[in-house]
Antibody, heavy 121, light 108 residues
């Protein structure tokens, strides 16, 4: 059974940093791209950043470029999101999502339960 | 970037009725790489449809997807109480993978 468990969310002041983690199990983690998708309160879904299985290919939404860094440790089956220079508009539930295939044209077949990040003074 | 526009924003129907949700893309979605997700309050999104028309594992056959190019549709043939939720379309044929803004399906 595929399981994705996010952690690391919480309350942080503007300009602060947080590191999110997503512990994966039930599949060959290193073979699949993983992504972070966020959802601001009452809003829709935003694809924040993906990372290929080998960590060779990534992308960042313009809204987080230069401030967020995605990484993974395939030996620990864990995906990370380092978030720096946080802004109020980064307040959201952050979901970890598994890509459906080993190719680049993947959809998200499994999602974690999400972790809430609140940026406020 | 492909922009996806979903309509209507809110759809009010009764259990047993048929629901038709639309997703229109600003440019052609390659190879019909279009997915639909269902999200209930306080829950993560759940994959319903991929490849525009293929049901994900465990999804009841009252859910069906259709379309190609720039116009896609999610149809729920007979609404069950548990189907009232927000539905998102997503294209995954080109980067960035984009989502529609969602359609809220509410009980009339």
């Amino acid at each position: 059974e595929v399981q994705l468990l996010e952690s690391g969310g919480g309350l942080v002041q503007p300009g602060g940093s947080l590191r999110l983690s997503c512990a994966a199990s039930g599949f060959a983690f290193s073979s699949y791209a993983m992504s972070w998708v966020r959802q601001a309160p009452g809003k829709g879904l935003e694809w924040v950043s993906p990372l290929s299985g080998s960590s060779s290919t990534t992308y960042y939404a313009d809204s987080v470029k230069g401030r967020f860094t995605i990484s993974r440790d395939n030996s620990k089956n864990t995906l990370y999101l380092q978030m720096n220079s946080l802004r109020a508009e980064d307040t959201a539930v952050y979901y970890c999502a598994k890509g459906s295939s080993m190719r680049s044209d993947y959809y998200f077949d499994y999602w974690g339960q999400g972790t809430l990040v609140t940026v406020s003074s | 970037e492909i922009v996806l526009t979903q309509s209507p924003g809110t759809l009010s129907l009764s259990p047993g009725e048929r629901a038709t949700l639309s997703c229109r893309a600003s440019q052609s979605v390659s190879s019909s790489y279009l997915a639909w997700y269902q999200q209930k309050p306080g829950q993560a999104p759940r994959l319903l449809i991929y490849g525009a028309s293929s049901r994900a594992t465990g999804i009841p056959d009252r859910f069906s997807g259709s379309g190609s190019g720039t116009d896609f549709t999610l149809t729920i043939s007979r609404l069950e109480p548990e189907d009232f939720a927000v539905y998102y379309c997503q294209q995954y044929g080109s980067s960035p993978k984009t989502f529609g803004q969602g359609t809220k399906l509410e009980i009339k």
